[in-house]
């Protein structure tokens, strides 16, 4: 068994999922990289990883098949004899709108649901008995659109919402030996927005976003990154929290009037 603590990231090429192996990575952890499509990004977190002083190993495969769930699993246990810290941070959605229902049919959602919510599921189905005894922590990465009800489209919205009363049940029933807590981020400046719904949009987006958050700005990939690792690698006492990583958009916006004051 490796005396470095070991970490699976779903969705660990691109964006929060790169952003978090390498942080984890400089924490001291290797890493298995899980990624289906973006075979150069994900060699590109690897490397990374590497530079950091790591060992990290690729992982091609799709969470929504629990044959491949299990493989990763099978594939960090094989290198390193132990498993510390589950990410599942895979997740896709569509950009049809959340009003436009009819742009949307029962494959869509299903698939959807397969990689936000049962991916989930299957991997940590797979991964329970090794994070059990390492007395390890899962961290989902879900949305504000689960907590809020908004988002890019009612099947995004719904699964993240599923995947945040996951997250309070796994945390329940994996106690005391596992932590288990999902971190739910608004805006992202990754190119999640930008493959969506293009560049202009983005940019629109985010303004309007920005200006509405009480805190006047959007997150990074290494903002949600920071958050995660500190789910996973300390918050020794935190379970079962859904951590709203939005710049306050939960709030509301805020009012500004000026009260005179009294004479």
Request: one cysteine or more; hydrophobic letters at 45%.
């Amino acid at each position: 068994m490796s005396a470095r603590k070991a970490a699976i990231v779903t969705g660990g090429g691109t964006g929060v999922g790169a952003a978090t192996a390498l942080l984890l990575a400089k924490r001291g952890y290797s890493v298995l990289i899980n990624y289906s499509k973006s075979e150069d990004d994900a060699k590109a977190s690897e490397r990374a990883c590497r530079e950091a002083g790591a060992d990290a190993l690729l992982g091609r495969g799709d969470v929504a098949e629990d044959r491949d769930c299990r493989r990763l699993v099978e594939a960090a246990l094989s290198r390193w004899g132990r498993l510390d810290v589950l990410v599942n941070n895979a997740g896709i959605s569509t950009f049809s709108g959340s009003g436009n229902w009819d742009a949307l049919d029962a494959a869509v959602f299903q698939r959807i649901y397969a990689v936000n919510v049962l991916g989930a599921f299957q991997m940590v189905r797979a991964a329970a008995p090794h994070l059990k005894a390492a007395r390890g922590a899962i961290v989902n990465v879900s949305s504000i659109a689960g907590a809020l009800g908004i988002g890019s489209a009612v099947p995004y919205i719904a699964s993240k919402g599923a995947l945040n009363s996951l997250t309070l049940h796994l945390a329940r029933t994996m106690a005391p030996e596992v932590r288990v807590n999902a971190v739910c981020p608004g805006m992202i400046t990754t190119r999640w927005f930008k493959d969506g719904i293009g560049e202009e949009a983005t940019r629109k987006l985010q303004a309007a976003y920005e200006a509405s958050a009480p805190l006047a700005t959007a997150c990074s990939a290494e903002d949600v990154a920071e958050a995660i690792v500190w789910l996973a690698d300390g918050a020794r006492t935190v379970t079962g929290e859904i951590v709203l990583l939005d710049s306050g958009v939960h709030l509301g916006t805020a009012m500004r009037a000026v009260v005179p004051p009294r004479s």
